[in-house]
């Protein structure tokens, strides 16, 4: 297939509303397996962190996959991914510009493709995973807030959106429509041979492209341990403004303990009453 027989989706943003990373997702995310090759080659790009800027800085958008493909011009694209999902519009308005590609794009999933990381992955001419890999399809995901009639509305704008899926998903696999669906109210993980026999991946990735060990373990694992504990702190109904803070607090704190130990230490403890609390959901 090309990746001129796939769908375009279409991409529209709601103000005060933010598609979140899934919880199951993050905790079956690896953020140390990437590509075994020490440098990334020129014409590759990878998607190894959650989709979409966060406060941080941290995230893969759609203006960094632009530049990139910018970069490569009109040749042959490597796009190897490891990614929870995370920001569904971005990752849409990512999946049209991989599937404007006019060269071949081959998709390596590494570690895992969840979500949004999920709908980029099928914008490949050829998709690999690995034997360890996953592919996980669910209905788009929001955290949001309002009365029944501020949440109903939500849910009828989010319907069009699950329904792209829907047919991205069945034009790559050739499933039909309703089974995909019924795959998305369910939340579906797809190891590398099931993904593989149902279509949603070509081939497996050679063991020898892929390493494990830890990059970087100092940057690496705190982007990781942010983004879940912002995920958790959301599912509490703390408002984005204070996760914001408490988590720039906690970020802060492990590079300047000593300037301001009596704040950390006061966060932490705040932090740690609110994720105690998550046992009682």
């Given at each position: 297939?090309?990746?001129?027989?796939?769908?375009?989706?279409?991409?529209?943003?709601?103000?005060?509303?933010?598609?979140?990373?899934?919880?199951?997702?993050?905790?079956?995310?690896?953020?140390?397996?990437?590509?075994?090759?020490?440098?990334?080659?020129?014409?590759?790009?990878?998607?190894?962190?959650?989709?979409?800027?966060?406060?941080?800085?941290?995230?893969?958008?759609?203006?960094?996959?632009s530049g990139a493909l910018r970069t490569i011009g009109k040749k042959d694209v490597v796009v190897t991914i490891n990614s929870p999902g995370g920001d569904y519009f971005e990752g849409l308005a990512i999946y049209n510009m991989l599937r404007d590609h006019p060269a071949k794009v081959t998709v390596k999933i590494l570690g895992i493709a969840a979500s949004a990381a999920s709908v980029i992955a099928m914008a490949g001419d050829e998709i690999q995973i690995a034997r360890a890999g996953f592919v996980m399809i669910h209905n788009t995901w929001v955290v949001a807030g309002g009365d029944r009639n501020a949440l109903r509305d939500v849910a009828d704008w989010l319907e069009p959106f699950d329904a792209a899926a829907t047919d991205i998903y069945a034009a790559r696999t050739g499933i039909d429509p309703k089974e995909i669906a019924k795959m998305l109210d369910k939340e579906t993980w797809l190891g590398g041979s099931d993904a593989i026999a149902k279509g949603f991946v070509d081939a497996l990735v050679p063991v020898d492209e892929i390493d494990t060990k830890a990059q970087n373990t100092s940057q690496r694992r705190p982007e990781a341990a942010a983004h879940k504990l912002d995920t958790l702190l959301a599912r509490l109904n703390v408002p984005r403004s204070?996760?914001?803070?408490?988590?720039?607090?906690?970020?802060?704190?492990?590079?300047?303990?000593?300037?301001?130990?009596?704040?950390?230490?006061?966060?932490?403890?705040?932090?740690?009453?609110?994720?105690?609390?998550?046992?009682?959901?």
């Open positions: 297939m090309t990746i001129r027989d796939l769908p375009a989706a279409r991409v529209t943003v709601r103000p005060g509303l933010r598609s979140e990373l899934q919880p199951s997702a993050l905790d079956r995310w690896n953020a140390d397996v990437h590509a075994a090759t020490k440098e990334e080659p020129a014409d590759t790009i990878s998607i190894l962190e959650p989709i979409g800027a966060d406060w941080f800085g941290d995230g893969v958008t759609a203006k960094r996959v204070e996760r914001r803070e408490l988590i720039q607090a906690v970020k802060g704190g492990t590079r300047d303990a000593t300037a301001s130990g009596m704040h950390d230490a006061a966060v932490m403890s705040e932090v740690s009453d609110l994720l105690e609390s998550l046992k009682n959901i």
